[in-house]
């Protein structure tokens, strides 16, 4: 992509009418102990434009994990509709649900979920490998990604031997091997110190600048949420601003 063009995408009106990746229309979730019910998600509608960045906020307890989560297939809904690209989640099967996540999505965590034994390259190509891609073919585009975050000369290290960081920037990498259609961010920079969490989010915001891949990302930092094109608030389980 040309200087240009790169100044271009940077610069688009997302306040613009665009084509949804994801599409959710009256999802409810309620969840269920004791006798007791809580409703974590009441009636939300939200699309996201294909290569948005959006950013969702709220209070604890407020849904945004569980929006995440209902959003990625990660847990069932009660009631609505998640389309990602097309396809109805709900009217999949939990092996075909799992197969189109590990196909089409890439997820970060606070916690970053590395393998400890692993080293930062075999972390990266895992969900390829586990996609049935070529162990010579998931090397290489292990590598590619890292040196992409930035960390081509630390591929041989475990993560015990990286900073938090560079962990979350493996994790990124991990997250974007499969060149998904979507990425679902939880708190990526929650676990990190200031100065971490901003060269994170740089990385994260030139990702969706230069690859225009989509990412929600779930944050409490409002440094974070200044930094995607949309900010989703919520709230008591709704969703307060325009989704």
Known sequence: ????EERS???????APRAAIVRAEGLRKTYRAHG?????LRAVNLSVARGEMVAVMGPSGCGKTT??????GLDTIDAGHVL???VDLASLSDARRADYRAQRMGFIFQNFNLLPVLSAAENV?????????SAREARKRARAMLDAVGLSHRERHRPAELSGGQRQRVAIARALVNEPAIVWADEPTGNL???AADEVMELLTRLNRERRQTL?????APDISARAHRLIRMRDGRIVTPG
């Open 125 to 133: 190509e895992l969900p390829l490998l586990l996609l049935r891609v």
């Open 9 to 15: 995408w940077a610069a688009d009106d997302w306040s």
């Open 193 to 195: 110190d200031t100065e």
């Open 36 to 40: 007791l019910e809580l409703d974590a």
């Open 84 to 86: 990602i690209d097309g």
């Open 1 to 4: 992509m040309s200087a240009l």
């Open 216 to 220: 929600v990302i779930v944050t409490h």
């Open 67 to 72: 929006l995440l989560n209902c959003l990625a």
